[in-house]
């Protein structure tokens, strides 16, 4: 049987494929990616609509909805260099943050100083490991802090889609410390998509570089040499082979019980990385995002309903939608909703019709419109669950406590032949972000060209 052979091979179209794939490339080695879904990208994917935006940046577009990654967190030079380099704009996010508690708008100033003081302490807390939840009910349970610890387990769980019952106190220090070293307050979005990436990536690399449709089942190795087994749309297997391959798929895959979509069978068998993936956890988050005919939001409406003019993120006590978003400073009358961690698991199973359904009442509840309101400007709705796709099984990973090397056990290579990237590898303290994936992309491109140069 004929048998494609290469120098690499990549599992996963993502961008820490996509990202280790441009550096093997740029060094003259020869790769494949092999891409269960029928598109690159991965946890990047942005539709876009028919509906048309207003003119951004002089030029007429559709309007378009992110259903993964959104924002470029802070500034990673290696992720801002490759926008550069392709091209693509950044919009820097803008417009003031708004709390909404009770149906009241607060004084974000004074609700943020209290989170802060306890975020400080959380930070420089010096001991053994604990949970968020264990620092939060040991230092701050006081009723005095009540209010100012729930912003704070709001933005844990959000930000991290991570339960604060098991988060690592370790770990978030260490993203921390991450975020202060690329000024992550600083937050972009890229215009007309992310996606826009993705495609100038597949560009780059040739088209004849990925295969789509061919979902690993099996890999079968022996120092310096991989045979891998996939199985295509038509349900036919084939088969590849390599010195070496790089294997970038997501931490809810490597959870997948045997045999489940999207999970590899390895022979033989990585122990370790089983125990390592199962130290990690894979966190929900669900977003649904509307674009409406008007910004009915900023007016106060005909029962004097709350009013955000200029909205940029607001926050509230919504048990199933707390956070929101508009895309300021683009002036499109647009609104996201988000939510991660613990409050996320009840929507794992939702299918994307209840996702908007319920994403609609808590609008509702939040600002005080009627169903029948909402309805009437929407123009139209995108939202994904990651949680229930074959592929992904979560929306991103994160540490709980007692598990800090989870990710280095995770990323170590084996016999020179084995290699391992993707956001659950990082071990900068930028898990579940795109800038992690990539650069887990270009360690492991550089741990294969290390190695395949001394045999
Ligand atoms: C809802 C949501 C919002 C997010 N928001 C942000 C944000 O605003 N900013 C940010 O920086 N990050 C964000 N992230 C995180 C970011 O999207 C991810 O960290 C990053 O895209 C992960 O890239 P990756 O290459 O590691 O994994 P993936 O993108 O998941 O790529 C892995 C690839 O492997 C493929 N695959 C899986 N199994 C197999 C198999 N058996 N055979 C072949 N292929 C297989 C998958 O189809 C996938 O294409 C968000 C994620 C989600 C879900």
């Not at 392709?86 to 508690?101: K, Q, T, V």
């Not at 790089?246 to 033989?268: D, H, S």
């Not at 808590?362 to 009627?370: K, N, P, Q």
């Amino acid at each position: 049987m004929f048998m494609p052979t290469t120098d690499v091979l990549i599992i996963g179209a993502g961008i820490a494929g996509l990202g280790a794939a441009l550096k093997l490339q740029r060094q003259g080695y020869r790769m494949t990616i092999l891409e269960a879904r029928n598109r690159a990208g991965g946890r990047i994917a942005t539709v876009e609509h028919q509906q048309p935006s207003s003119h951004i940046n002089g030029t007429k577009s559709n309007a378009w909805s992110e259903l993964g990654a959104e924002f470029v967190h802070g500034m990673e030079p290696h992720l801002l260099s490759l926008f550069n380099e392709a091209g693509l704009l950044l919009n820097e996010e803008s417009g003031p943050f708004s709390f909404i508690r009770s149906g009241q708008v607060l004084d974000a100033h004074e609700d943020v100083k209290g989170s802060a003081t306890i975020l400080a302490a959380l930070y420089a807390y010096v001991g053994p490991d604990c949970s968020a939840q264990d620092f939060l009910q040991r230092h701050f349970a006081s009723k005095h802090w009540q209010q100012a610890r729930a912003q704070v387990v709001s933005y844990i769980e959000g930000f991290n889609a991570a339960r604060l019952e098991d988060v690592s106190v370790h770990w978030l220090q260490q993203c921390q410390h991450a975020a202060d070293s690329i000024n992550e307050e600083r937050q972009f979005r890229p215009l007309f998509g992310y996606s826009r990436l993705i495609d100038w990536l597949v560009q780059q690399l040739g088209s004849e570089n990925i295969v789509y449709e061919q979902e690993v089942r099996r890999l079968s190795w022996s120092p310096g040499s991989v045979t891998v087994q996939t199985r295509n749309a038509q349900g036919e297997r084939e088969n590849w082979q390599a010195r070496a391959t790089i294997v970038t798929i997501p931490l809810g895959i490597w959870q997948a019980p045997a045999g489940a979509r999207g999970a590899i069978a390895y022979e033989p068998d990585l122990p370790s990385k089983w125990k390592a993936a199962q130290d990690l956890r894979m966190g929900a988050a669900m977003r649904v995002v509307f674009h409406f005919d008007d910004f009915f939001w900023e007016q106060e409406g005909e029962q004097q309903q709350i009013a955000l003019p200029g909205l940029g993120f607001l926050r509230s006590d919504d048990p199933t939608f707390p956070v929101w978003w508009t895309q300021a400073p683009l002036r499109v009358p647009t609104l996201t909703a988000w939510v991660g961690g613990t409050q996320a698991l009840p929507l794992a199973e939702a299918d994307e019709a209840s996702l908007v359904e319920q994403a609609l009442q808590a609008l509702s509840r939040t600002i005080g419109r009627s169903i029948e309101t909402l309805r009437s400007h929407i123009l139209a709705t995108a939202t994904h669950n990651w949680s229930r796709d074959p592929y992904a099984r979560g929306a991103y990973s994160y540490v709980p406590v007692g598990a800090v090397d989870a990710p280095t056990r995770l990323a170590e290579p084996l016999e020179n032949t084995l290699f391992f990237a993707g956001e659950a590898t990082d071990t900068l303290g930028f898990t579940g972000t795109v800038h992690s994936a990539l650069l887990t992309g270009y360690r492991a491109a550089s741990e294969v060209t290390t190695a395949l140069q001394i045999e």
